[in-house]
Nanobody
Framework: VKLVESGGGSVQSGGSLKLSCAVS????????MGWFRQAPEKEREEVAI???????SYGDFVQGRFTISEDSDKNTVHLQMDRLLPEDTAMYYC??????????????????????WGQGTQVTVSS
C-alpha cells in the first residue's frame, strides 16, 4: 500500500491550498480515508475523514473551512483548505484504514498504528 501526498506549501492567512493523496495497492470494501496533522510539539489531530460510503467528518477546528473528497475511481483523496489560518501550520498526513470510520477497528488500528500513512506534506500559513 502506498499513499503519496502533494499540494502542500506556503500561503498567507486567508488563502487556500488543496492537498491530494494518491493511493495505490489499497482495496477494501469497507474503508476510511483521512487527513491528520501534527504541528511541532503538539499532538497529532484528525483534520477530516471520509468513509467508503462518502460520509465525511471534520475536526472541530475546521468550522466549515475545509472539504474532503474522493475521486470516483477511489484512488485519490483531496483536502480543499480555504480561509487558512496561521494555526493551521503543520505537517499534514494522509491515512488509510481497513475499517469503517470510527468503528472499533478504526480506533484499534489508530491506537496500534497499523493503518497506512503517507510521508506527509508541509503546510505553512503566515500572518
Amino acid at each position: 500500500v502506498k499513499l503519496v501526498e502533494s499540494g502542500g506549501g506556503s500561503v498567507q492567512s486567508g488563502g487556500s491550498l488543496k492537498l491530494s493523496c494518491a493511493v495505490s495497492g489499497f482495496s477494501h470494501s469497507s474503508y476510511c480515508m483521512g487527513w491528520f496533522r501534527q504541528a511541532p510539539e503538539k499532538e497529532r489531530e484528525e483534520v477530516a475523514i471520509i468513509n467508503f460510503d462518502g460520509q465525511a467528518s471534520y475536526g472541530d477546528f475546521v468550522q466549515g473551512r475545509f472539504t474532503i473528497s474522493e475521486d470516483s475511481d477511489k484512488n485519490t483523496v483531496h483536502l480543499q483548505m480555504d480561509r487558512l489560518l496561521p494555526e493551521d501550520t503543520a505537517m499534514y498526513y494522509c491515512a488509510a484504514f481497513r475499517f469503517k470510520c470510527y468503528s472499533a477497528g478504526y480506533w484499534n488500528s489508530l491506537k496500534r498504528g497499523d493503518n497506512y500513512w503517507g510521508q506527509g506534506t508541509q503546510v505553512t500559513v503566515s500572518s
